[in-house]
Nanobody, 124 residues
Framework: QVQLVESGGGSVQTGGSLSVSCQAS????????MGWFRQAPGKEREFVAA????????DYSGAVKGRFAISRDAARNTVYLQMNNLKPEDTAVYYC?????????????????WGEGTLVTVSS
């Protein structure tokens, strides 16, 4: 069982930066990838970014590519998301997620473990 605990987030104005982090509790994570999804009010949860745990290969949604950066520290069992040039449409609850088996397509229904989420609010 993998427990994911997010931290960070908060409120910022348009153009600002925030970071969120997620630590997996328990033994060293040996799954395929960890990543981030987000859910805005009234909308479905959507993929934001993920990183393969062994190779550190990142993957981003088109909406955040070039503005967000995902990284991981395997020794700390932690994944990070640096969010720059934030826009009001980035406002959402950000969820950390982990997938055990390899995949080429990160989908909400394909993730095995979820954190409880942390709120990011971007004001105009």
């Amino acid at each position: 069982q993998v427990q994911l605990v997010e931290s960070g987030g908060g409120s910022v104005q348009t153009g600002g930066s925030l970071s969120v982090s997620c630590q997996a509790s328990g033994p060293p994570f040996t799954g395929f990838a960890m990543g981030w999804f987000r859910q805005a009010p009234g909308k479905e949860r959507e993929f934001v970014a993920a990183i393969s745990w062994s190779g550190g290969n990142p993957d981003y949604s088109g909406a955040v590519k070039g503005r967000f950066a995902i990284s991981r520290d395997a020794a700390r069992n932690t994944v990070y998301l640096q969010m720059n040039n934030l826009k009001p449409e980035d406002t959402a609850v950000y969820y950390c997620a982990a997938r055990i088996l390899p995949t080429s397509d990160y989908d909400v229904h394909g993730m095995d473990y979820w954190g409880e989420g942390t709120l990011v609010t971007v004001s105009s």
